[in-house]
C-alpha cells in the first residue's frame, strides 16, 4: 500500500478533502465518534516557532489516544546537520506519522522522499495547507459549501495565498489576489489554476462583491528583518472597514493568527462580527484530528 503524504492540497482529492472537512465538522459536534489511535505515535518537527499548529496536532493525538513526540531543531540530530534521508527513515521506523513546519519546501518533499509513514506539511514557506482545512470548515459552518463562492486574499502572496490557490482548484471558488507588485504568488501557480484565480494590486476590485476577504501579516516567518520595507509597500493593503464595505454585507474575514493588529487588519475588523478568526483557530484541532484519522487509518 503507497503512502499517503498530505505536503499541499494537491495531494488529496477533491472529495477527500471535502470528507476530511465533513468529518472535522462532525468530530467537532460530537467528538466521541472519532476513530480511536492508541499506541500510535505523531513526531512533530518544527523548523519554526508555532502555538496554534503543535497545540492542534498534540491535543487532537491526545484525544484520539495516541501520542506526540515534539523534535526541537535546536535538540534533535537533524537540526545539527544528520541527513534529511537518515532522519526520515530512522523516524519511519518508530513512529507512525510525521508533521514538519520547515523553511524551504523541498526539504519537505525530500524527507517524504524517504518516509515510509505518512509525512504533513505543517507549514513551510511556501504552503500552509493544515490551515486551509480549518479555513474551509470554518466557511462551511457559516455559510455552506463554497463552491462558487468569491474570495478575495489581500497582501503577501505567501503561503497562506499559495494554499488558497490549491483551494481554489480543490474547492472549486473564484479567488482574487491583490498584492503589491513585488509580492505576487509563484507566476507558474497562478498560470496554472488561471481558470480560478486573477492577479491585481488593486485591493478594492478584489474585494468587490466577495462572500470571504482573507489576509494574513506581512512579513512571515524568516522575513522579519524585512519588517519595515513591507510595511511601506504594503501600506495601501490593509483590510479596514472601507475596504471590506466593498465586500458582500455578510462577507466574513479570516486570518491565520497570529495578527498584527493596525498592519494587514484593523482591530475594527478584526474585532467586528462577521471576524470568525476565533472560529478558524479552534478548527485547527479538529480538522487536523480529521487528518490524522484520514492518514492513519489509510
Ligand atoms: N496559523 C498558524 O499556523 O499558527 P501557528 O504559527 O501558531 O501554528
Ligand atoms: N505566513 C505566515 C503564516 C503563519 C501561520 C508565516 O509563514 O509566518
Redesign the pocket.
Known amino acids: 500500500m503507497s503512502v499517503k503524504h498530505f505536503l499541499t492540497l494537491q495531494d488529496l482529492s477533491s472529495d477527500e478533502l471535502r470528507n476530511i472537512i465533513q468529518r472535522a465538522i462532525e468530530l467537532k459536534n460530537n467528538p466521541e465518534l472519532a476513530i480511536a489511535q492508541q499506541k500510535k505515535t505523531l513526531a512533530l518537527i518544527f523548523e ?9 496536532f498534540e491535543v487532537a493525538m491526545t484525544q484520539l489516544g495516541g501520542a506526540t513526540v515534539f523534535l526541537a531543531n535546536a535538540d534533535s540530530q537533524l537540526g545539527r546537520g544528520e541527513p534529511i534521508e537518515d532522519s526520515a527513515r530512522v523516524l519511519s521506523r518508530m513512529v507512525d506519522c510525521v508533521a514538519i ?1 520547515t523553511f524551504e519546501h523541498e526539504k519537505l518533499q525530500h524527507f517524504a522522499e524517504y518516509s515510509t509513514v505518512p509525512i504533513i506539511n ?2 513551510t514557506d511556501d504552503y ?1 495547507p ?2 486551509l482545512l ?1 479555513d474551509m470548515q470554518t466557511f462551511h459552518q457559516y455559510r455552506g459549501d463554497i463552491r462558487g463562492k468569491t474570495v478575495a486574499w489581500i497582501g503577501d502572496g505567501n503561503n497562506m495565498c499559495q494554499s488558497y490557490i490549491n483551494a481554489a482548484d480543490k474547492f472549486d471558488f473564484e479567488l482574487r489576489i491583490a498584492c503589491p507588485a513585488g509580492f505576487e504568488p509563484k507566476p507558474a501557480l497562478i498560470e496554472q489554476f488561471k481558470n480560478r484565480v486573477s492577479l491585481s494590486q488593486d485591493p478594492k476590485s478584489a474585494v468587490r462583491e466577495a462572500d470571504l476577504v482573507v489576509t494574513d501579516v506581512w512579513a512571515s ?1 524568516g522575513q522579519e528583518h524585512e519588517q519595515n520595507q513591507r510595511n511601506t509597500s504594503f501600506a495601501d493593503y490593509q483590510v479596514d472597514v472601507e475596504l471590506m464595505s466593498q465586500a458582500k454585507p455578510d462577507a466574513l474575514f479570516m486570518h ?3 495578527v498584527h493588529r493596525g498592519e494587514e487588519v484593523s482591530a475594527e475588523i478584526l474585532d467586528a462580527e462577521n471576524s470568525v478568526v476565533w472560529d ?2 479552534e478548527n ?1 484541532m479538529h480538522s487536523q484530528k480529521a487528518l490524522l484519522e484520514t492518514l492513519l487509518s489509510h
Open positions: 519554526k516557532s508555532s502555538t496554534r499548529t503543535r497545540l492542534a513546519r505543517a507549514l500552509h493544515c490551515q480549518a516567518m491565520c493568527l497570529p478558524e483557530a485547527r
